[in-house]
Nanobody
Framework: QVQLQESGPGLVKPSQTLSLTCTVS??????????WSWIRQPPGKGLQWMGA???????YYSPSLKSRTSISRDTSKNQFTLQLSSVTPEGTAVYYC????????????????WGQGTQVTVSS
């Protein structure tokens, strides 16, 4: 069973770049046909898929966030990373990393494994 764990700062100032890392265990991020996503849930709102990196290293982004989002990976550490630039208070959310066996931006049931989530607050 693949396990995912998010890590990163819990507080980010407006206009700064939010950086989070997802560490994967129990499986490789280069396993064929697996996709590794970042998803967030603002308070009182639904899940928002942000983007993903594929087993091949290809990346996919939500059109609404594409200009500010970058997802990369370190295969030697079996980690993938989210960077979201120019954050605003609307970026306050619980951020999750998750895996899927096909390209998808939802629903929740498409993702087989999830991290526990990490709270990120954007505030000065």
């Amino acid at each position: 069973q693949v396990q995912l764990q998010e890590s990163g700062p819990g507080l980010v100032k407006p206009s700064q770049t939010l950086s989070l890392t997802c560490t994967v265990s129990g499986g490789s991020i280069t396993t064929n046909y697996y996709y590794w996503s970042w998803i967030r849930q603002p308070p009182g709102k639904g899940l928002q898929w942000m983007g993903a990196i594929a087993y091949s290293g290809s990346t996919y982004y939500s059109p609404s966030l594409k200009s500010r989002t970058s997802i990369s990976r370190d295969t030697s550490k079996n980690q993938f990373t989210l960077q979201l630039s120019s954050v605003t208070p609307e970026g306050t959310a619980v951020y999750y990393c998750a895996s899927s066996s096909r390209t998808t931006n939802g629903p929740r049931s498409d993702f087989g494994s999830w991290g526990q989530g990490t709270q990120v607050t954007v505030s000065s």
